[in-house]
């Protein structure tokens, strides 16, 4: 079965950190673009970041910029978001998806087709 799992997900402290993971199964992550998103609730579905097949172009929303980063891990076929000085309006729920485009780097890459979407993982920023 070809799927995106989410998982890393839960309720962490304002400043404080988490590791978002999406793991595929049934397909290589390293022929696809990786991209996170989010929805929080009564908005609109937003992307985060996405990272090229190569690896090596990426593209980051100002929101998150300087905050979290994005990666892959070939050898465990899992894609990374690295969450930190988390603030409250980061809740939402967080969503990886892979793309056959190669390069995701421009301004379009969140509006690319997605192949493959996972269940999502629900993060909640509070005191």
């Known amino acids: 079965q070809l799927q995106l799992v989410e998982s890393g997900g839960g309720l962490v402290q304002p400043g404080g950190s988490l590791r978002l993971s999406c793991a595929a199964s049934?397909?290589?992550?390293?022929?696809?673009?990786i991209a996170w998103f989010r929805q929080a609730p009564g908005k609109e579905r937003e992307g985060v970041s996405c990272l090229s097949v190569s690896g090596g172009s990426k593209i980051i929303a100002d929101s998150v910029k300087g905050r979290f980063t994005i990666s892959r891990d070939s050898a465990k076929n899992t894609a990374y978001l690295q969450m930190n000085s988390l603030k409250p309006e980061d809740t939402a729920v967080y969503y990886c998806?892979?793309?056959?485009?190669?390069?995701?780097?421009?301004?379009?890459?969140?509006?690319?087709?997605?192949?493959?979407w996972g269940q999502g993982t629900r993060v909640t920023v509070s005191s």
């Open positions: 998806a892979a793309t056959t485009y190669s390069d995701c780097s421009g301004r379009l890459a969140f509006n690319l087709k997605y192949d493959y």
């Open positions: 049934g397909f290589t992550l390293d022929y696809y673009s």
